[in-house]
């Protein structure tokens, strides 16, 4: 019988502990693609733009994000363009000059620091409203 009680003592124990709030795989996703598609909105080719502007429309439907929250992450998106890091390669049809690859970096902007830091208190607090 001590077994036994021991056992559920330490199973509610268990249970009773704080746990750990975590976005959904979903929920993540969606809030980095809104950065991919505000980084296109943002950049100065007519179809990257519309393209970025008509994406983070349909995105906007479908998530449950404040208007603040997606602003932070535009705002963020904004800062790194900034920056002024595009992507750029040696352009083969034209030597001695460099093509920027806008769609590389817009979809690798989720990985700059500052971008994913905002993302990810974003699906914190995302989580934790739940």
């Known amino acids: ?5 021991l056992i559920l003592c330490l199973s509610a124990a268990a249970c009773s502990a704080k746990t750990e709030h975590f976005p959904s ?3 993540l996703r969606s809030m980095e693609h809104y950065a ?11 179809y990257l733009k519309d393209q970025g502007d008509a994406w983070a429309a349909v995105l906007v439907q479908g998530m449950s994000l404040k208007p603040d929250d ?3 992450i535009a705002a963020q998106v904004k800062l790194e363009l900034g920056k002024g890091e595009m992507a750029v390669m040696r352009d083969e049809t034209n030597p001695g000059r460099d093509k920027i690859l806008p769609v590389q970096y817009c979809v690798e902007i989720i990985d700059k620091p500052g971008v994913r830091e905002v993302l990810n208190k974003l699906a ?3 989580a934790i409203r739940g």
């Open 25 to 27: 795989p979903a929920a």
């Open 70 to 72: 997606l602003a932070k």
């Open 124 to 126: 914190a607090n995302s």
């Open 1 to 5: 019988m001590r077994p036994f009680a």
């Open 36 to 46: 991919i598609a505000s980084c296109f909105a943002y950049q100065g080719q007519p």
